[in-house]
T-cell receptor, first 114, second 121 residues
Framework: SQQGEEDPQALSIQEGENATMNCSYK?????LQWYRQNSGRGLVHLILIRSNEREKHSGRLRVTLDTSKKSSSLLITASRAADTASYFCATDGRANFGNEKLTFGTGTRLTIIP | DVKVTQSSRYLVKRTGEKVFLECVQDMDHENMFWYRQDPGLGLRLIYFSYDVKMKEKGDIPEGYSVSREKKERFSLILESASTNQTSMYLC????????????????????FGDGTRLSIL
């Protein structure tokens, strides 16, 4: 079963607006990661947040983590056309400690309208 | 910058053929992974390897095997290709977390190749 599931499946916004994507997961984690995938390309790592962190920033990205609700959100501020991509969360599952597997969700398809 | 190179971007093969997908990374990563990506199903792990000659099954290993003879190279083998193996295949690599002394967190970020879109006719 999927460890991480993103919501919404698809999102279209105007350039300059903020985009928020959510991820829910089922079991305890060591960390949670967000990745971006441009059409026809591989995934690119964006940000990693540890289970003992609540919020993390990287440029226009802001990630929050609520371990009590087993959920995370990715906020992209002041969106640009180049942000058009699919975004995936990935979790490791604390039971997998030392077993370097990630489980990816099915992704949110973000479209930025110029 | 980390570079993960997959040998082919597009590949067309016939059912029953033995197919080899090659992946090479240049960052001395211990871990290497093979995923397949299908619409609506996200990424699913086929096999991974944490050291030379070591391998572990992922979530969907049936119909596949792997080979890791050198640290930088991880090969995915479709023993007898079938049409349901038509997919996008992604290779990734990462550091084993204990080799990153300043991070100290398991499951380091994975670095991906650009994928091989494989069609089995």
């Amino acid at each position: 079963s999927q460890q991480g599931e993103e919501d919404p499946q698809a999102l279209s916004i105007q350039e300059g607006e903020n985009a928020t994507m959510n991820c829910s997961y089922k079991t305890s984690i060591n960390n949670l990661q967000w990745y971006r995938q441009n059409s026809g390309r591989g995934l690119v790592h964006l940000i990693l947040i540890r289970s003992n962190e609540r919020e993390k920033h990287s440029g226009r990205l802001r990630v929050t983590l609520d371990t009590s609700k087993k959920s995370s959100s990715l906020l992209i501020t002041a969106s640009r056309a180049a942000d058009t991509a699919s975004y995936f969360c990935a979790t490791d599952g604390r039971a997998n400690f030392g077993n370097e597997k990630l489980t990816f969700g099915t992704g949110t398809r973000l479209t930025i309208i110029p | 910058d980390v570079k993960v190179t997959q040998s082919s971007r597009y590949l067309v093969k016939r059912t029953g053929e033995k197919v080899f997908l090659e992946c090479v990374q240049d960052m001395d990563h211990e871990n290497m992974f093979w995923y397949r990506q299908d619409p609506g199903l996200g990424l699913r792990l086929i096999y991974f390897s944490y050291d030379v000659k070591m391998k572990e099954k992922g979530d969907i290993p049936e119909g596949y095997s792997v080979s890791r003879e050198k640290k930088e190279r991880f090969s995915l083998i479709l023993e007898s290709a079938s049409t349901n193996q038509t997919s996008m295949y992604l290779c990734a690599s990462s550091f084993w977390w204990t080799s990153i002394t300043e991070q100290g967190v398991p499951n380091q970020p994975q670095h991906f190749g650009d994928g091989t879109r494989l069609s089995i006719l």
